[in-house]
């Protein structure tokens, strides 16, 4: 792949990536499904399960109602020809009145310019009770 093709793919996915964090960030289901391709797995580390896109989203509707004012903080975006990695925290309030602080680490492939497949990688200690 040439220098300015590859650049041009990177530009894609890290504006991809943009898109779908600022998506979790204001609880915009919709903006985050259309991130996903149509087969789309998503996997958690503190489960083990591979979940469909559908499956995804619904989950999200919980977590959206749960955490508020979520945000991403100490981000750290790397994007490669095929995917990304963004390390950060995931700050948001509680429905018990406390903050949520949770170090993650999402792994994602992209085709096509839609996620196919992420690994999320949460710090099991600092997971909340929803």
């Known amino acids: 792949m040439a220098q300015t093709d590859m650049t041009s793919a990177t530009d894609e996915i890290a504006a991809l990536a943009k898109r779908f964090f600022a998506g979790l960030e204001a609880g915009d289901k919709n903006a985050v499904g ?7 797995e998503i ?3 503190t489960d083990g399960i591979v979940q469909s896109k559908a499956d995804n989203l619904g989950v999200l509707d919980g ?8 945000r991403y903080a100490d ?3 790397d994007v490669f020809e095929d995917g990304f990695v963004q390390q950060h925290r995931l700050l948001g309030n509680l429905p018990n009145g406390r903050t949520l602080d ?5 792994v994602c492939r992209v085709r096509e310019g839609k996620i196919v497949r992420l690994d999320e990688y949460f710090d099991s ?4 009770s929803l």
């Open 34 to 40: 259309m991130c996903y391709a149509d087969d789309a």
């Open 75 to 77: 981000a750290r975006l």
């Open 43 to 45: 996997w958690h580390n």
């Open 102 to 106: 949770w170090p993650a680490c999402i």
């Open 125 to 128: 200690a600092g997971a909340p």
């Open 63 to 70: 977590f959206f109602a749960a955490v508020t004012e979520r």
